[in-house]
């Protein structure tokens, strides 16, 4: 059975991750710009079949001493669907109504639908929410949503008027609570953002879709025909793959099986590799 969440410590950070739940890529979805007989010769090396690549939603809940935080939302009703999170974060003690910051790393379904519930009303009703200036502008403007994939622009018409009042965006590199910072992380949306949590000399990076599986980290130019920045996506992997090596920090990536999607990012030359943790 698929465990549904995965308790850890980051300093003072109490950390779970749970999975709202699992679905299956293909391979020209994933990696659009491969070239054929490398890209066979990856999928093998990692025992994938082209056309079921299996994968998760790995979302990431904070308790620090006086606020809990949640990192994306899963998927919610969005669909035809039903995430699983609220229904663990219950399991585990934690009612919706309990979460004081919602941090949206991009307005994609998988990360924001559960912002809403089956009714359409706000699931973290008492939450503040977070997310990238240069994301929440993009998808609130009418003029460049002319120019966004259809079902990127419906979700993002769907749910972000409901969070307008209770949004808070931030530009650049910047804190959100002591020890828990945006990083930029452009190109797989114009204003995707990463998380760094970091407290006592522990750090994790929540690196949300900058890589959507591991082959990414060999073979970063390899983007994915949803990244909407292609050229922006492989530098953006660079940088933060490079520093997860340097920072020697735990990295959490939202779609890597196996749950929880939590591993570290070695160096391999010129390029990079997934290492998951030691199983939990
Ligand atoms: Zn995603």
Redesign the pocket.
Known sequence: MTQNSYTFTIGRFECMIINDGGYAGTASALFAGAPEQALAHALAQHGETPDKLPATCSCLLIQSESQLILIDTGVGFLYSMEGRLVATMREKGFAPDDVDIVVLTHV?G??IGGCINHNGELTFSNARFVMGGDEWHYWTSQESLQDAPQWAADTAQQILPKLADRMRVIQGQNEIVRGIELIPAPGHTIGHVAVSISSDGDQLLYLS?TALHPIHLEYPDWTASVDQIPEQTVETRKQLFELAVREKALVTL??FMPFPSLGYIRRLADRWQWEPAASP
């Open positions: 994609h998988d990360h879709d939202f779609h």
